[in-house]
Structure formats: C-alpha cells, structure tokens
C-alpha cells in the first residue's frame, strides 16, 4: 500500500524544490530519522477540470 501512494504521488504531480533551495538533499543519514527535513513543490500534471467532483 505504501509503494503504490508514493509512485502515485510521484507520477501525478511535477516537483520542484522550494524557491531558494538549489537541490534537494536526498543523501542517507546514520540514524533513522532525516537529516534535513523534504521541502518540495508539488503541481499536479493533469487539468483542474479533470480533479473537479
């Protein structure tokens, strides 16, 4: 479940990082929790009339 919303998530929207930010740093850390926290933007890649119910 897990794998399948995060493909989702990357698939339907365009990222981008923060304005100011150059790169986004996706290195691994050595303990278990990030070593900076994920600042990203995301737009979605279809036509809002498509999302609209």
Same mark, same amino acid.
């Given at each position: 479940?897990t794998?399948?919303l995060? !493909?989702r998530?990357?698939?339907? @929207?365009?990222?981008?990082?923060? $304005?100011?930010?150059?790169?986004?740093?996706? !290195?691994?850390?050595?303990?278990? @929790?990030?070593?900076?926290?994920l $600042?990203?933007?995301?737009?979605?890649?279809?036509?809002p009339?498509?999302?609209?119910?």
């Amino acid at each position: 479940m897990t794998y399948m919303l995060l !493909s989702r998530l990357i698939q339907g @929207f365009t990222w981008s990082s923060v $304005h100011g930010e150059d790169k986004i740093d996706i !290195s691994e850390s050595k303990s278990l @929790f990030m070593a900076k926290p994920l $600042h990203a933007i995301a737009i979605p890649r279809l036509a809002p009339q498509i999302y609209s119910t």
